[in-house]
Every structure is written in C-alpha cells, then in structure tokens.
C-alpha cells in the first residue's frame, strides 16, 4: 500500500577541455560514458582531480581491455603508472553495476528459452508493469505451478520484474515503493469486515490496494499457528486483531505471534463491547510491556477499532504510517526485507532439497520399509534417517561424481 513517486535521475558534472574553442564534455550523463578523445589529452593529475570535483561518490570504473593503448604513445604514459591501459571508460554507479550484474543473471535464464516461451514471459512482464489484473492472476498461477519447466519459467518472469522494481525504487530515491503489511487473529476477530472497510477508505484516498490471502488450514492451533509466522516474514509491519474477548477464547493465540506483532488492534469496539474491549486494551498494553523490545525506534501500540462504525480504523492507519515513516529513516524496514529475502532463499532450498530426497529413486524405494521399522521399534528414527541419507549421497555421487 503506498503512492508512487519519482524523482529525477543522476545527473553528470560537465568538466570541460578550455584548450579547444568548442567546449567538449569529459562525461556524458545522458550514456554515462567517458569522452575518450577529451579524457586522454588531459594529465592524469588533472583528470582525477577534476574527478573528484564532480558529485559522484562510491563509483566504480569499468575497463573494457579488448583495445590497449600502446604505453608508447605520449597521452598513454601519464596512465602507465597506475595500469590504466584502456581505449573505453565508462563510469557507473553502485545502482548501475548492480542492475548490470541482475541483467547478466537475466540473460543466462532467458538463453535457453524457446521463442514461444519468450514471448509467454514477455507478455505476463509487460502486463505486470502496466497493472493489468488478468495478467497477475496468470502470473500468479504460473509462480504457483509445481511442474518444472512452469518453476523456470517462472523465475525468469520474477527476475525481470526484480529489475524492474530496482529501477522504481531508485526512481523513489530508494525508498520502497509499497508498504506491506500483514493482518492475523483467531476465528471470528472480524478480519474480512475489517480488510472490506480499510481497504474502502485508503482507495477513496487514492491509494492502489492488493490483498493476499493465506490459507491457515495446515495450522492445528485454532488457527493462528505456523501460517502467522510465514505472513510475518514476508511484510513491513505485522497487526494483531483481537476480539474484545479474554481467558479460554484467547488460549489458541501464542505468545509467539503477540511478540511478532508491530500493532494490535481489538475489534468490534462498539455497543455493549465498548466495555469488554477497553480492558482487553488495556491488558494488552500491559503485556507488550513486559515483551523483548524487537525495534530500536518503535514500541508496539495498542488501539480499539470498530469496522462496523468507522471507530479507531482512521488513527490505525495513522499508527501505520507513524511506524512506516520512523522504520524507514532508521534503515530498519530496509534491514527487515533484506533479512526475509534471505529467510526465503533459504526455506526455498530447504523445501527444493528435501523435495529432491523424498524423490530420489533409491530413497523412495526404502522410505516404507524403514518407516514400519521404526513404527514398530525395530530400528530407532536416528539410524532410519542416516540410513536415508546414505543411500542419498551414494547414489547421488555416484550420478554426480564429487570433484
């Protein structure tokens, strides 16, 4: 959820060469290149120190060595000393390096595709980046597809669209160009009401709204279980919503999702609620209290909101805008989706590893005749598991050998 807004690019200081009666650029913003012509008939102690009279910091130079200069020639001698011996200088920054590795990674994907799959990935891209919903939906399922030629094709598709995305956000002066946030509770908290009247109010104010759904059903405490903690990893800011009720009905939430939560919000604050629910507010304030502290610059809040009357929904979204603002001048939001881009690779590998074991030929074979031994007693779930593991590698060696 957020607006979208872009600034100006990066703009090239223009040194210029006061030998010539027509100025000559020494670098060219509009191609990010050096002028060669203008740069080899400055000194080398010129050169640098008008280098580092331009804005730019942090840059990296680029050598393209396929053409040397000879070391002979005179303009080449100042460069001698520092090994310099190229015919093409192009300056860039860490955005742009970084965008030419992503390409680079991009191209090695898209070579071994067929040209009716390139213009499948084209087609899902160039619809994505326009907002067209038929296109998600399609990339969506694609994304989804267990078939093995759908996942590489999928990650072709979800490559382009990161470049894309990197290209927006440093438009966006680096700022992300969304705000994510996730919405948990028990059965009956008021969820949907809650997302059909929030998402009313930021859309009439003009804001582009996208829900997602999980489906807890794999969870077998209540409903807030495991599923929770994959929404919490994936968003900016994790909300509690809890009915204003207390004691058994509340026993299936675990302390671990109310230690995960930015924002609690108790529902259905209104009528012969109201009551009931300001001592819920205030039980919960005083038990974030007694939490470890997850943030250096925000402490969870606690509000009463009431979807069925409009009450408390609009100083949520304040709350959320408070701590969005206060996240992303600290650096932590940054920090918290660098971190889940690595707690996703590594649950992908997990789930791609112990997929590729539980198929591999040998191991599936075994699986049901180790599994009734340690039903039975005979064989202890540590020896079944090493047993599994060594006919893995074995076989697994024996079809890639280990250099």
């Known amino acids: 959820m957020g607006r979208q807004t872009s600034e100006n690019g990066l703009r090239g200081k223009r040194i210029t060469n006061h030998t010539e009666p027509k100025k000559r650029p020494l670098f060219s913003s509009a191609t990010n290149k050096m002028n060669v012509p203008v740069l080899l008939q400055h000194p080398h102690r ?12 942090c840059y990296h130079f680029i050598f393209h060595s396929s053409t040397h200069l000879r070391s002979g020639s005179p303009w080449a001698r100042p460069f001698d000393s520092l090994r310099l011996h190229c015919t093409k200088w192009m300056l860039l920054s860490d955005g742009l390096k970084r965008k030419l590795c992503v390409q680079t990674t991009l191209k090695k994907h898209t070579e071994g595709l067929s040209d009716k799959e390139q213009r499948f990935v084209d087609k899902l891209y160039t619809g994505l980046i326009q907002g067209q919903r038929a296109c998600l939906a399609e990339a969506i399922t694609l994304i989804e597809s267990t078939h093995s030629r759908k996942k590489e094709l999928a990650q072709v598709l979800l490559q382009k669209v990161l470049v894309y995305h990197r290209e927006q956000e440093q438009l966006n002066k680096g700022k992300p160009r969304a705000f994510r946030v996730g919405l948990s509770g028990p059965p009956g908290a008021g969820k949907s009401t809650f997302i059909e009247y929030f998402g009313k109010m930021l859309t009439e104010r003009g804001h582009k709204l996208s829900v997602l759904a999980v489906d807890p059903s794999s969870c077998t405490s209540g409903g807030v279980g495991q599923s929770e903690f994959a929404v919490a990893d994936m968003v900016d800011m994790f909300v509690l919503l809890l009915p204003p009720a207390g004691g058994d009905e509340l026993q299936g939430i675990k302390r671990g999702i109310i230690e995960m939560a930015d924002l609690v919000a108790i529902t259905k604050s209104d009528g012969d609620l109201v009551v009931p629910a300001r001592r819920i507010q205030a039980e919960y304030v005083s038990a974030l209290k007694l939490l470890r502290k997850r943030s250096e610059v ?92 060594k006919a893995f590698k074995t076989k697994t060696n024996e079809v890639h050998p280990i250099q």
């Open 46 to 57: 010129h050169f640098l120190k008008r280098l580092l009279r331009t804005p730019f910091r």
């Open 298 to 389: 925000w402490r969870p809040k606690v509000v009463r909101i009431s979807a069925r009357s409009g009450e408390g929904i609009t100083e949520m979204w304040d709350k959320m805008k408070e701590f969005r603002d206060l996240m992303l001048a600290s650096g932590e939001l940054i920090a918290r989706r660098q971190k889940q881009q690595k707690v996703w690779m590594w649950n992908l590998i997990q789930e791609s590893v112990l997929e590729h074991f539980r198929t591999h030929p040998t191991v599936r074979e075994q699986i049901p005749l180790l599994e009734r031994k340690v039903l039975s007693g005979a064989l202890s779930p540590g020896l079944a598991a090493d047993l599994l593991l």
